[in-house]
């Protein structure tokens, strides 16, 4: 299961994803599912109630393993104000394995890739395809033919099924700029490898990100 200090790091990199939904913007169900029949703003009572849902700490729970991408992963949910505010799901062991099943999903999922970040910096991946298709293509199959065991990285992409998305991902020419063009709330996740004590941990933080706000 969990340690605290890999749960600690992994809520605080859901939390940086998620922004206030604005009132202003009518969220339906759908809008607001985070993962499997999992809702933001779920209340903690509400969860506690869950087959295998216990209190790990104050603002975390932990539940049964689960299914996602053909891969058996360790369920957290984080919590603000005693509600749900994002999904975490890990796995410690063979990260390449893990990683390569999550991306076949979210490429079927329709899932656009933001941001990556490695050891040699932060890349804004709107901006570069932006700048050039065909470098940034390739600065990301270079990416996924070098991950390993021994290398921590973070990956941040965003659900593209509402209408217009893809338009507006193509026509941006930054992640910021991108995310200020939202009109609902949109699943945004982030898949991270972290070494902890020489173990590899591969985690994905699933929360929303709301209409018209970004984060530089």
């Not at 009109?183 to 972290?194: A, E, G």
Request: a negative charge.
């Amino acid at each position: 299961m969990y340690t605290s200090s890999f749960l600690r790091r992994a809520c605080i990199s859901a939390f940086l994803l998620l922004l206030t939904i604005s009132a202003a913007h009518a969220a339906t169900a759908e809008d607001l599912m985070l993962f499997q029949n999992l809702y933001y703003g779920t209340p903690k009572k509400t969860l506690l109630e869950l087959p295998g849902v216990e209190e790990l700490q104050s603002n975390a729970l932990q539940g049964d393993e689960i299914l996602f991408a053909g891969k058996r992963w360790d369920l957290a949910f984080e919590l603000d104000d005693d509600t749900l505010k994002s999904v975490v799901i890990s796995h410690q062991g063979d990260v390449l394995d893990y990683y390569n099943a999550v991306i076949t999903e979210l490429t079927i999922q329709k899932f656009l890739i933001l941001r990556m970040d490695t050891a040699d910096g932060e890349k804004d991946i709107v901006a570069a395809m932006h700048a050039s298709k065909e470098a940034t293509a390739k600065t990301i199959t270079d990416f996924r033919q070098n991950i390993s065991n021994t290398k921590e990285f973070s990956c941040t992409f965003i659900e593209s099924l509402q209408a217009g998305i893809e338009k507006k991902y193509t026509d941006s020419a930054s992640s910021y700029e991108f995310i200020k063009k939202l009109s609902r709330p949109v699943r945004i996740l982030k898949v991270q490898h972290d070494i902890f004590n020489g173990t590899s941990i591969i985690s994905i933080a699933f929360g929303l990100i709301g209409p018209g706000k970004g984060k530089k």
